[in-house]
C-alpha cells in the first residue's frame, strides 16, 4: 500500500479545497494510505466532506500564533513566564 499525505493550513471552502476533495474522492483506498494534515481546523462542514477513509491529522496549532508569525509566537510565550 502506498502512503500520500497532503499538508494545508486549513480547509475552507475554495477553490483549492474543492479541488482537493474531488482528488481524494478519485483514489483507490485499496491501494493507498490517504492523510490529511492540516494546521488547524476552521470549518467543519468541509471537513465533512472529505471522503471516508481518508485520515485527518489536526495539528489545532492556535491561529493567533500562526497567523501572527514567529515574532508574535515567541512575545506570547515569552508572556507566559
Known sequence: MKKVLFCLQTMVLGG??????????RFDKT??????LLLYEQDKSVI???????????LDINRRYYCSGLLGLVKE???RF
Open 16 to 25: 483549492v479545497e474543492t479541488e482537493l476533495i474531488t482528488i481524494l474522492s
Open 31 to 36: 491501494e493507498y494510505d490517504i492523510t490529511l
Open 48 to 58: 465533512e466532506k472529505i471522503p471516508e477513509g481518508v485520515k485527518i491529522v489536526n
Open 77 to 79: 510565550r515569552l508572556r
